[in-house]
């Protein structure tokens, strides 16, 4: 082979194996910083000595009955098989992990969870299924005393400190529906538009009309809102307005609309491929450091993230203590969860009983 042959296909190897060096220093430059903003967002609740006291739930169940997190797991569900191809799967066989958002911006003081939400991941039949709890929802606390759900986070705060909210939080949601909390994630409201706008918007389906004469703002003022019946796709600004606006309706229609938005956020993450592909994802966890929360480990985060490459959205089931499922108690006290409905709601949740619930 010439001489000049040689030094251009030498050249020509150089080349390429610089970019391919190039490409994978970014690579780990990117996966360094994204592990760094993980990093940031993983706290450790504080250790708390609660009393072990069965929950209205758990008290309910006939005799002889198992408990709604010791029953077995429902056959699989068809097309909802979990990954196992050469891919961490879930470590434990049912996760339960409790969503919390909060109005409060990074450094201001504490406020109470405006949206809590539910997650039960199940490992061997591939059920993922999802609890809207209203805010105000009366409840006792663990630590004593009663008062709305939504004040456990910033009650557990001031009295234990820096995570005492998280695991009263989880502490009071897992007595009241007779289930163990194992992780929990709390959510900035502006970190939820940030995500929704790095991710290019959503597309939701609203059912019905919605008119808000008096939403609430930022600077204490209130706007006029509208959304018209329809699919359209929502900037993150919108998305946030549509999730909590309440006055059309009440909290349960809220619970409503905020979980067709933790829907829509899902199947835009699944359109986009953001739970295989490696790139871009310092982009995304540098949008949510300082806005997100959470005890779970960054092994289950990669065990959660490879199962949910598996799941279809229409097999996500949707559950609400609404309504239909409350009494309503003197003031100063707000509503409670009627036992019964209760009981009903969380075997469905668990699947240890039948449901019809889906993504509609």
């Not at 919108?238 to 067709?260: E, I, K, M, P, S």
């Amino acid at each position: 082979m010439p001489l000049f042959s040689r030094r251009l296909i030498l050249g020509a190897i150089l080349i390429l194996s610089l970019i391919v060096a190039a490409t994978m220093l970014r690579l780990a430059l990117e996966w360094r910083q994204a592990l760094a903003n993980i990093d940031s967002m993983i706290v450790t609740p504080a250790a708390i000595d609660l009393p072990a006291e069965p929950s209205t739930a758990a008290e309910s169940l006939p005799i002889g009955a198992s408990a709604p997190d010791q029953v077995p797991a429902p056959l699989p569900r068809p097309g909802t098989q979990p990954s196992t191809a050469g891919a961490p799967t879930l470590s434990q066989a049912s996760l339960n992990i409790l969503l919390l958002g909060t109005d409060a911006r990074p450094g201001d003081d504490i406020t109470r969870t405006d949206a809590m939400v539910l997650i039960r991941i199940e490992r061997d039949s591939g059920r993922v299924s999802m609890l809207s709890i209203p805010r105000d929802l009366w409840v006792s606390y663990p630590t004593g005393g009663e008062g709305r759900v939504n004040a456990a986070y910033p009650l557990g705060e001031k009295r234990f400190g820096p995570g005492g909210g998280a695991a009263l939080a989880k502490s009071t949601v897992g007595r009241l529906v007779g289930i163990k909390v194992d992780n929990f994630m709390l959510l900035n409201f502006q970190g939820f538009q940030t995500l929704i706008d790095q991710l290019g918007g959503i597309t939701v389906n609203v059912p019905e009309a919605i008119y808000d004469p008096a939403y609430p703002t930022a600077d204490y003022s209130t706007i006029e809102v509208r959304f018209s019946p329809g699919i359209q796709t929502f900037t993150g600004e919108q998305a946030l307005v549509y999730a909590r606006t309440r006055h059309a309706d009440n909290d349960f229609g809220r619970n409503q609309r905020q979980q067709l938005v933790l829907m829509a956020i899902f199947n835009r993450i699944r359109e986009r491929g953001l739970l295989q592909q490696l790139t871009s994802l310092d982009d995304y966890t540098g949008a949510m450091r300082g806005y997100v929360q959470t005890d779970l480990a960054r092994s289950r985060m990669l065990e959660v993230a490879n199962f949910a490459r598996a799941i279809s959205p229409e097999d996500v089931l949707r559950y609400a203590i609404d309504s239909n499922a409350i009494v309503t108690l003197p003031a100063p006290a707000t509503f409670a969860a009627e036992p019964t409905a209760l009981k009903r709601i969380v075997r469905q949740f668990t699947g240890a009983a039948v449901s019809t619930a889906g993504g509609k």
